[in-house]
Every structure is written in structure tokens, then in C-alpha cells.
């Protein structure tokens, strides 16, 4: 498991360090052409950087939380999402637990951020503990977790600000080289010969359009790499990938969209939320990989390590690129899958996960709650001011 | 002549520096093995304290199924006697208790008004869980185990788990038949 996980940290620095090469050479040549330094622009496309990075790293997490209006949840509030959660914190071989978000969305979605695995966040709609099973809740988390523990989170951050450092260079150069054009022909016809001078400025151009493109491609094929890859870290901590792919189908099924989300969030989740239907197999510009292969490939597994997976992988996709390489398999004896954990009939089952969704909602947003005699729970918003209710069983009135 | 002594010099400074690289690698595995291993504790500990909240809930319900109830007391006093042995005898007590366990509750399917209760349906969700916890930390135990004994078996690292003790760590496997599959927890 660690070998793997070093390999892909491997993998994935030479990504980042591509998009670093492209945007010192974007700064490089518009330092060049707007006041003929090179280095002076390098070093303005690293404050950029460096500003962004901090604010993203610190208040990252934060940042995300609030703007999905998830609402953190206490141990006791929804026993069964925080069971799951410490369950694929154990299987994981996380140290701490992670805290726990509730989205109240009933579209179907989830996420997880944290830079580091001691102090990571989960979060999932209340959509999502409604309709999904344990076996699928726990594929899902799992899911979720393993991006923290692969330091997915720390990569797809630091190439995001990557991103747009690049794309914010490339816009305040295009505008002022519109609007500045003509004062600095003038200036630079000074410093150097006509033909270097046109060189400059061509590669500039080419590279301001260019630097954007690349950098998002880079971007979104780091970032389906990484999804297949948690998509295969959740089958090795369940030993149950039906569970993740029948959930993926589930989400895929659901029409909701999720109501808060931007496209800076969007990798963050499990399921693309700006996908459409019908949008091509290998699109290159989403974040995620077909939700239709993902299934697939999770039920052509035979095993639950990365080996069975890769091999499922190489099935579906009819490829022999390897998804991870040999020398990074570790060789667990073949993992055997488990068999499902039994349920009750799908529709008893949804009554009681809806309820207790919306307990914990309720807990979390302060309702009062009351114990009348004859065994009603009364819950009462924080907007209730009067000093007694009426039990609507028994018409028995109770202080509050 | 000089020069052959600095080369022997060099020499027993990589293989120096390569010692404790691998030596330093076993110690962290052992202590990961160690670490994996309290956690399984934590959660059989766990499971330990749950049992008689549950055998009081449930008898009051289940006036008819003294044995099995005293089954399951039994087969939890004894694990929690055995609860500093080595990996497997406490594999075979926690079995039996696991099935122990799977008994009961496939009993407790028969009565309604039981199945209905709050508290034995929260108990129930507590339960379940724990089961999956200490299988959860079983697997990650065991993986554990594997990569610590795949490093003391295999050379060069061999060489210096041999030099410096480390010994192959032992699987923690469920070997009572009954609990291969793990117990039917059912949610209706």
C-alpha cells in the first residue's frame, strides 16, 4: 500500500512540476516583453503564487466548508454515518478521526478535504444518507478518505493554485498588452534588435494562450488519475467494490444538482456535479472519469488489492497501459472479497435512515427537543418562542 | 595504499548507513504491527463492555432463551479473561464469541416487540459496527503483519532483523469454523 502511494506521489510531482516549468516560462516571457526582464518577471509570477498558495493552504479548508453550507456534526447526532467514518479510519490506518459534515442537499454527492491526514474533514449530503445502503455509505466514505490519505487533497490544491496563477498572468497580460501596445513599442525598440524584440512578443502570445490549456489539462487528467485511484484504495479498505459501484450507480441515476458548487469545488466531489447527460466517454475536460467505466471496472474486479484492480482496469479499457505500475504493486496474497452485510427490505430501510437524517439535521441546527409522557418526542425549531407546546398524540400541554 | 584504505573506509560507511536504513524500517513496521494490533484491542474491549447492555435489554423480551443468553456471557467472560494472551488464543475466544453472539441475535429475529425497541435497535447499529471495526482493524493488523514478516524474511533485510531480533510477527485468523462468515446482523 505505501510503495503505491510513493509511486503516484512520484507520478504526480513530475505533473506539477511540468505546470511549475510552464508558469516560470510564462513569467519569464512576459517579464521579457513587458519591461524586458526576464527574471523580474519570474519573480512576479512566484509572489502571485506564493500569496495564493498561503491563503489556500491555511483557510483551504475552511474556505470549502462554507461555501458547501456543510454543518458539522457531533458523534452522537448520526451514529451510523460516524461508524462508517471510524470504520474506513481503521481500515485506512488514519490516525485521527476526521470531522464530520452534513450537507443538507438532497442532491446525491460527497467530499473530502484536509491537507493532512491528522486533521482531515468529511462531508456528505443528507440525499446521500438517505438513499444509499451501509454497504454503499461505507464505499463512498471510503472513497472519500482514501483522497485524503493519498494526499490527493495536498496535490489537486497546490495544482489548482497552479492553475490559476497561470490563467491570472495570462489575463492581466492580455489586457495590458491590448491596452498598453503602444507604449511599449516605443520603449522597447531601445533594448534590443527588432527581430529578438518580434520573438519575444510571438512566444509571449503563444505562450499566454497556450499556458492556460495545458495547465487545465494537466489539471483534469491528474485529476482522473486520482479518482481511479480512490476509486481502487476504497475497494482494498472495504473488500466490498460492489458496494462503491452500486452507489456510483445510484448517484449516477439521481437527476438532483447539487445547489452550492463552483467550478474551483467541483473535483472535490465523488460525482462530476456540472456533468450532462450523455457527455462523451473520454471527455478531457472533466474532472472525473465516466461514472459508467468506473462501475464497470469496480465489478470486473476478481480481488480487492490494486492488483485485482488494475487488472479490472486493463479489461474494461481494453489497454495495456498499466494504471499502476509493477514495481509499485505490493503483493498482498490475492485479497479476498466479503460477501454483503445483510439488509432489511429496501423500503422499511429508507424510512429509518430518512429519520434519522433529519434528526441529526435537526440536532445540528439546535432544535429543542422534549420528552412528552405519553412517549412523543417532540423537536421544536430555534424559532419557537412561545413557553408551552401541545403534544398533538395525547393534547397534553408541555412546558418548554 | 592510501587509496585502499579510503575505499574500505567508504565501504563501511554505506553498508553502515545501509544497516541503519533497514533497520530503521523494521522498527517502524514493528510499530506500526503494534499499533494495529492495540487498536483490535481497543475494539474487542469494546465489544467486551457492549455485551451486557445488550443481554439486559434483550432479557426482559426473551424470557425463554436463558441459554443463550447465558452462552454469550459465558463466551464474553472467558475472552475478556484472556484479553492479554498472545494473537491467537485471542483469536479463538473472540471467535467464539463472535458466533456466540451470532446465535443471539439470530434469535432475537423472533420476537417483534424486541426488534421494535429503540434501545435494541440502537444497540444493534452498535454492534454491527463493532463487528466491522474489529474486522476492519483485523485486516489492516494483518496486512501489517505480512509487510513487517515479507521485510524479516526477505533479503538483504533479513540479515539485519536477524542481527538485531526481530521476530516474524503472528496473523491474527479467526479459526473457529462458525465465524467465517461474519455474524448476520440484520437491521429488520
Given at each position: 500500500?505505501?510503495?503505491?502511494?510513493?509511486?503516484n506521489?512520484?507520478?504526480s510531482?513530475?505533473?506539477?512540476?511540468?505546470?511549475?516549468?510552464l508558469?516560470?516560462?510564462?513569467?519569464?516571457?512576459l517579464?521579457l516583453?513587458?519591461?524586458?526582464?526576464?527574471?523580474?518577471?519570474?519573480?512576479?509570477?512566484?509572489?502571485i503564487w506564493?500569496?495564493?498558495?498561503?491563503v489556500?493552504?491555511?483557510?483551504?479548508?475552511?474556505?470549502?466548508?462554507?461555501?458547501?453550507r456543510a454543518r458539522?456534526?457531533?458523534?452522537?447526532?448520526?451514529p451510523?454515518?460516524?461508524n462508517?467514518?471510524?470504520?474506513?479510519k481503521?481500515?485506512s490506518g488514519?490516525?485521527?478521526?476526521?470531522?464530520?459534515?452534513?450537507?443538507?442537499?438532497?442532491?446525491?454527492?460527497?467530499?473530502?478535504?484536509g491537507?493532512d491526514?491528522?486533521?482531515a474533514?468529511?462531508?456528505?449530503?443528507?440525499?446521500?444518507?438517505?438513499?444509499?445502503?451501509?454497504?454503499?455509505?461505507?464505499?463512498?466514505?471510503g472513497?472519500?478518505?482514501?483522497h485524503?490519505?493519498?494526499r490527493?487533497?495536498?496535490?489537486?490544491a497546490?495544482?489548482?493554485v497552479l492553475?490559476?496563477?497561470i490563467?491570472v498572468?495570462a489575463?492581466?497580460?492580455?489586457?495590458?498588452?491590448?491596452?498598453?501596445?503602444m507604449?511599449?513599442?516605443?520603449?522597447?525598440s531601445s533594448?534590443g534588435?527588432s527581430?529578438?524584440?518580434a520573438?519575444?512578443i510571438?512566444v509571449?502570445?503563444?505562450?499566454?494562450?497556450l499556458?492556460?490549456?495545458?495547465?487545465?489539462?494537466i489539471?483534469f487528467?491528474?485529476?482522473?488519475?486520482?479518482?481511479?485511484?480512490?476509486?481502487?484504495?476504497?475497494?482494498?479498505?472495504?473488500?466490498?467494490?460492489e458496494?462503491?459501484?452500486?452507489?456510483?450507480?445510484?448517484?449516477?441515476?439521481?437527476?438532483?444538482?447539487?445547489?452550492?458548487v463552483?467550478?474551483?469545488?467541483?473535483?472535490?466531489?465523488?460525482?462530476?456535479p456540472?456533468?450532462?447527460?450523455?457527455?462523451?466517454?473520454e471527455?478531457?475536460?472533466?474532472?472525473?472519469?465516466p461514472?459508467?467505466?468506473?462501475?464497470?471496472?469496480?465489478?470486473?474486479?476478481s480481488?480487492?488489492?490494486?492488483?485485482?484492480y488494475?487488472?479490472?482496469?486493463?479489461?474494461?479499457?481494453?489497454?495495456?497501459k498499466?494504471?499502476?505500475?509493477a514495481a509499485a504493486?505490493t503483493?498482498?496474497?490475492?485479497v479476498r472479497?466479503?460477501?454483503?452485510q445483510?439488509?432489511?427490505?429496501?423500503?422499511l430501510?429508507e424510512?429509518?435512515?430518512?429519520?434519522?437524517?433529519?434528526?441529526a439535521?435537526?440536532?445540528?441546527?439546535?432544535?429543542?427537543v422534549?420528552?412528552?409522557?405519553?412517549?412523543?418526542?417532540?423537536?421544536?425549531?430555534?424559532?419557537?418562542?412561545?413557553?408551552?407546546?401541545?403534544c398533538?398524540?395525547?393534547?397534553r400541554?408541555?412546558?418548554? | 595504499?592510501?587509496?585502499?584504505?579510503?575505499?574500505?573506509?567508504?565501504?563501511v560507511a554505506?553498508?553502515?548507513?545501509?544497516?541503519?536504513?533497514?533497520?530503521?524500517?523494521?522498527?517502524?513496521?514493528?510499530n506500526?504491527v503494534k499499533?494495529?494490533?492495540?487498536?483490535?484491542?481497543?475494539?474487542?474491549k469494546?465489544?467486551?463492555?457492549?455485551?451486557?447492555n445488550?443481554?439486559?435489554?434483550v432479557?426482559?423480551?426473551m424470557k425463554h432463551?436463558?441459554g443463550?443468553?447465558?452462552?454469550?456471557t459465558k463466551?464474553?467472560?472467558?475472552?475478556?479473561?484472556?484479553?492479554s494472551?498472545?494473537?491467537?488464543?485471542?483469536a479463538?475466544?473472540?471467535?467464539e464469541?463472535?458466533?456466540?453472539?451470532?446465535r443471539?441475535?439470530?434469535?432475537?429475529?423472533?420476537?417483534?416487540?424486541?426488534k421494535?425497541s429503540q434501545?435494541?435497535?440502537a444497540?444493534?447499529?452498535?454492534l454491527?459496527?463493532?463487528?466491522?471495526k474489529?474486522?476492519?482493524?483485523?485486516?489492516f493488523?494483518?496486512?501489517?503483519?505480512?509487510?513487517y514478516?515479507?521485510?524479516?524474511?526477505?533479503?538483504?533485510?533479513?540479515v539485519v532483523?536477524?542481527?538485531a531480533?526481530?521476530?516474524?510477527?503472528?496473523?491474527?485468523?479467526?479459526t473457529?469454523a462458525?465465524?467465517?462468515?461474519?455474524?448476520?446482523?440484520?437491521?429488520t
Amino acid at each position: 500500500m505505501w510503495q503505491q502511494i510513493r509511486s503516484n506521489r512520484i507520478r504526480s510531482v513530475f505533473l506539477v512540476i511540468g505546470m511549475g516549468i510552464l508558469l516560470a516560462l510564462l513569467g519569464y516571457f512576459l517579464g521579457l516583453y513587458f519591461f524586458g526582464s526576464g527574471t523580474g518577471g519570474l519573480f512576479i509570477a512566484l509572489i502571485i503564487w506564493a500569496i495564493m498558495s498561503l491563503v489556500g493552504y491555511f483557510q483551504g479548508d475552511s474556505i470549502l466548508l462554507a461555501t458547501s453550507r456543510a454543518r458539522k456534526i457531533a458523534p452522537d447526532d448520526h451514529p451510523r454515518l460516524y461508524n462508517v467514518v471510524e470504520e474506513m479510519k481503521i481500515a485506512s490506518g488514519m490516525e485521527t478521526m476526521p470531522s464530520i459534515y452534513i450537507m443538507d442537499d438532497p442532491a446525491l454527492n460527497a467530499f473530502a478535504t484536509g491537507r493532512d491526514p491528522k486533521k482531515a474533514s468529511v462531508a456528505v449530503t443528507s440525499g446521500l444518507l438517505q438513499k444509499l445502503n451501509r454497504d454503499e455509505l461505507q464505499g463512498v466514505v471510503g472513497h472519500e478518505m482514501s483522497h485524503v490519505k493519498n494526499r490527493d487533497v495536498l496535490l489537486m490544491a497546490m495544482c489548482a493554485v497552479l492553475l490559476g496563477t497561470i490563467v491570472v498572468l495570462a489575463w492581466y497580460a492580455s489586457r495590458f498588452m491590448i491596452f498598453g501596445g503602444m507604449g511599449r513599442t516605443r520603449r522597447s525598440s531601445s533594448s534590443g534588435g527588432s527581430a529578438g524584440q518580434a520573438i519575444i512578443i510571438i512566444v509571449a502570445i503563444v505562450l499566454m494562450i497556450l499556458a492556460p490549456i495545458l495547465a487545465q489539462l494537466i489539471y483534469f487528467a491528474l485529476s482522473r488519475r486520482r479518482e481511479y485511484l480512490a476509486d481502487a484504495s476504497s475497494a482494498l479498505y472495504t473488500r466490498y467494490p460492489e458496494g462503491l459501484a452500486s452507489a456510483l450507480e445510484k448517484i449516477a441515476g439521481s437527476t438532483d444538482q447539487l445547489k452550492s458548487v463552483n467550478k474551483a469545488t467541483a473535483p472535490m466531489y465523488i460525482m462530476n456535479p456540472f456533468r450532462k447527460q450523455g457527455m462523451s466517454a473520454e471527455d478531457l475536460t472533466s474532472t472525473h472519469p465516466p461514472i459508467s467505466q468506473r462501475i464497470r471496472i469496480l465489478r470486473a474486479m476478481s480481488g480487492a488489492s490494486y492488483e485485482d484492480y488494475s487488472a479490472a482496469y486493463q479489461q474494461v479499457l481494453h489497454t495495456d497501459k498499466a494504471f499502476i505500475p509493477a514495481a509499485a504493486i505490493t503483493t498482498l496474497e490475492s485479497v479476498r472479497l466479503r460477501t454483503a452485510q445483510p439488509e432489511a427490505p429496501e423500503k422499511l430501510e429508507e424510512v429509518q435512515r430518512v429519520r434519522e437524517t433529519t434528526n441529526a439535521l435537526w440536532n445540528s441546527h439546535n432544535y429543542k427537543v422534549i420528552q412528552c409522557t405519553c412517549g412523543t418526542r417532540l423537536r421544536l425549531p430555534p424559532s419557537y418562542k412561545k413557553r408551552e407546546i401541545r403534544c398533538p398524540h395525547c393534547g397534553r400541554i408541555n412546558p418548554v | 595504499m592510501t587509496i585502499i584504505i579510503w575505499v574500505i573506509i567508504a565501504i563501511v560507511a554505506i553498508l553502515i548507513i545501509a544497516f541503519i536504513a533497514i533497520f530503521n524500517g523494521l522498527v517502524r513496521l514493528r510499530n506500526q504491527v503494534k499499533n494495529a494490533w492495540a487498536q483490535i484491542d481497543v475494539q474487542l474491549k469494546r465489544r467486551h463492555d457492549l455485551i451486557p447492555n445488550l443481554v439486559e435489554t434483550v432479557k426482559g423480551y426473551m424470557k425463554h432463551e436463558r441459554g443463550t443468553l447465558e452462552a454469550v456471557t459465558k463466551a464474553r467472560n472467558l475472552a475478556q479473561q484472556l484479553a492479554s494472551a498472545g494473537p491467537g488464543e485471542r483469536a479463538k475466544v473472540e471467535g467464539e464469541l463472535s458466533s456466540a453472539l451470532g446465535r443471539l441475535l439470530a434469535v432475537a429475529e423472533q420476537y417483534p416487540d424486541l426488534k421494535a425497541s429503540q434501545n435494541f435497535m440502537a444497540l444493534q447499529e452498535e454492534l454491527a459496527s463493532t463487528e466491522n471495526k474489529i474486522s476492519f482493524s483485523r485486516q489492516f493488523y494483518n496486512d501489517s503483519v505480512m509487510q513487517y514478516n515479507n521485510q524479516t524474511q526477505m533479503f538483504p533485510s533479513n540479515v539485519v532483523a536477524n542481527m538485531a531480533g526481530f521476530r516474524p510477527g503472528e496473523f491474527f485468523e479467526v479459526t473457529v469454523a462458525a465465524e467465517k462468515e461474519a455474524p448476520k446482523v440484520s437491521f429488520t
